[in-house]
């Protein structure tokens, strides 16, 4: 049985953050939830070193 992972489909406008659930509907919002693949938000920020980066140039 495949895993069914769900993100709540208003979590933009109703959350901070993606909310997964295992449920047809977000358990917060009670908006539709769907299959999260492929993943709409990444929680590692991959640019986040970049920025950070970018930060320590400054006075160079
Ligand atoms: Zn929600």
């Known amino acids: ?7 709540c489909d208003e979590w933009r406008e109703a959350h ?3 909310v997964y659930t295992l449920s047809e509907t ?3 919002c009670g ?3 769907v ?7 990444n929680p ?3 640019y986040g070193e970049y920025r950070r980066a ?7």
């Open 31 to 33: 908006a539709d939830a």
């Open 1 to 7: 049985m495949k895993s069914d992972i769900r993100v």
């Open 26 to 28: 977000c358990p917060d």
């Open 44 to 46: 590692e920020d991959p």
């Open 16 to 18: 901070e953050r993606p």
């Open 54 to 60: 970018l930060k320590r140039r400054v006075r160079e």
């Open 35 to 41: 299959n999260s693949a492929p993943a709409p938000y």
